[in-house]
């Protein structure tokens, strides 16, 4: 294992923000940290990165303790956070040769321009100052900076943050295909659920401070919402009622309903009875989402925390 984290611990003003965390990442992998504001995501992060000290626990990154030996964990990581750090007067191009001296990088203006296009930033952009760029334009240099450093483990926490979609997708795309080339181990926070599917093996869900569940993305939700549903739209301005016990809820919107559904081996059936009873225009059945599973997960555990029961 290339990331070993045991019994991490970590108070803030009396706050336990990490209450005794455990996990293992292996050399090459794509691990996600998911969780509410809050849950102690980016705390995790900064532990592992050198940025903070724990309370209690230990944390190696490729043999090395982050407490007893910070500075040879700091040449085998890079952290991109959503906070960008460059010199507002100086250019692009300035900033990012500055950076390359401090990591010792030859050949920086080549992958600048290279991983720069390929994130929408043309040479143009890059001739500019960092105080004519927008947020989006100066996250993505942010990636940039970060990305032609080559560190065999990258730590992202919150990387898209301030872009929009299209870029989203583009740096997504871009990671995915620097992974596959490069066996970089990466851990992996995000609030955009797309990504994480997309790019992580397995993910941790962190919440008020613990990991409650680990796993790769499509067995947590089969695990955690193991219903599948129907989703169908209507050509008429009527309401829609099953009654089946088959049946958890049913969500609307306008015309549109979801079918969540306890039993999916009548799935077949109650298509059936859908088409009997109202007018439909397109129907199609689907594996409820990563972000619907881990909302009811995150609700889950906040019942239990309460006291309360469960929706199993």
Same mark, same amino acid.
């Given at each position: 294992?290339?990331?070993?984290?045991? &019994?991490?611990?970590?108070?803030?003003?009396?706050?336990?923000? =990490?209450?005794?965390?455990?996990?293992?990442?292996?050399?090459?992998?794509? +691990?996600? =940290?998911?969780?509410?504001?809050?849950?102690?995501?980016?705390?995790?992060?900064?532990?592992?990165?050198? %940025?903070?000290?724990? #309370?209690?626990?230990?944390?190696?990154?490729?043999?090395?303790?982050?407490?007893?030996?910070?500075?040879?964990?700091?040449?085998?990581?890079?952290?991109?956070?959503?906070?960008? /750090?460059?010199?507002?007067?100086?250019?692009?191009?300035?900033?990012?040769?500055? +950076?390359?001296?401090?990591?010792?990088?030859?050949?920086?203006?080549?992958? !600048?321009?290279?991983?720069?296009?390929?994130? @929408?930033?043309?040479?143009?952009?890059?001739? /500019?100052?960092?105080?004519?760029?927008?947020?989006? %334009?100066?996250?993505?240099? &942010?990636?940039?900076?970060?990305?032609?450093?080559?560190?065999?483990?990258?730590?992202?926490?919150?990387?898209?943050?301030?872009? #929009?979609?299209?870029?989203?997708?583009? $740096?997504?795309? =871009?990671?995915?295909?620097?992974?596959?080339?490069?066996?970089?181990?990466?851990?992996?926070?995000?609030? &955009? !659920?797309?990504?994480?599917?997309?790019?992580?093996?397995?993910?941790?869900?962190?919440?008020?401070?613990?990991?409650?569940?680990?796993?790769?993305?499509?067995?947590?939700? /089969?695990?955690?919402?193991?219903?599948?549903?129907?989703?169908?739209?209507?050509?008429?301005?009527?309401? +829609?009622?099953?009654? #089946?016990?088959?049946?958890?809820?049913?969500?609307?919107?306008?015309?549109? $309903?979801?079918?969540?559904?306890?039993? @999916?081996?009548?799935?077949?059936?109650?298509?059936?009875?859908? %088409?009997?009873?109202?007018?439909?225009?397109?129907?199609?059945?689907?594996?409820?989402?990563?972000?619907?599973?881990?909302?009811?997960?995150?609700?889950?555990?906040?019942?239990?925390?309460?006291?309360?029961?469960?929706? !199993?």
């Amino acid at each position: 294992m290339v990331i070993k984290v045991s &019994n991490l611990r970590k108070e803030f003003n009396g706050t336990m923000a =990490l209450d005794g965390i455990s996990f293992q990442v292996k050399a090459g992998e794509v +691990f996600g =940290l998911l969780g509410p504001n809050g849950a102690g995501k980016t705390t995790t992060v900064k532990i592992m990165s050198t %940025m903070l000290l724990p #309370d209690e626990g230990t944390v190696e990154i490729g043999g090395y303790d982050v407490v007893k030996d910070p500075k040879k964990v700091r040449e085998l990581v890079d952290i991109i956070t959503a906070r960008d /750090k460059f010199y507002r007067r100086l250019t692009a191009y300035q900033n990012i040769s500055f +950076f390359s001296k401090l990591y010792q990088v030859d050949d920086w203006k080549e992958k !600048m321009e290279n991983f720069g296009q390929r994130l @929408g930033l043309e040479k143009e952009d890059l001739e /500019k100052r960092l105080g004519d760029y927008s947020t989006g %334009m100066r996250q993505k240099l &942010n990636l940039v900076r970060n990305l032609i450093r080559d560190t065999p483990i990258l730590f992202l926490d919150e990387p898209t943050l301030g872009l #929009d979609p299209v870029s989203s997708r583009k $740096f997504s795309n =871009l990671l995915k295909e620097i992974m596959e080339k490069e066996e970089k181990t990466v851990i992996f926070t995000s609030h &955009n !659920m797309y990504e994480v599917e997309e790019l992580c093996e397995r993910i941790a869900i962190l919440n008020e401070g613990r990991i409650t569940s680990v796993g790769e993305p499509k067995a947590l939700k /089969k695990r955690i919402f193991p219903m599948r549903l129907i989703e169908f739209t209507t050509t008429g301005k009527d309401g +829609f009622e099953l009654s #089946d016990e088959a049946v958890d809820h049913i969500e609307s919107e306008g015309n549109r $309903f979801r079918v969540y559904l306890k039993d @999916g081996t009548r799935i077949h059936e109650l298509i059936e009875k859908i %088409m009997k009873t109202v007018r439909v225009s397109d129907l199609s059945v689907k594996e409820p989402t990563l972000e619907e599973a881990f909302i009811r997960h995150t609700e889950e555990e906040e019942s239990k925390s309460k006291g309360g029961n469960t929706w !199993m």
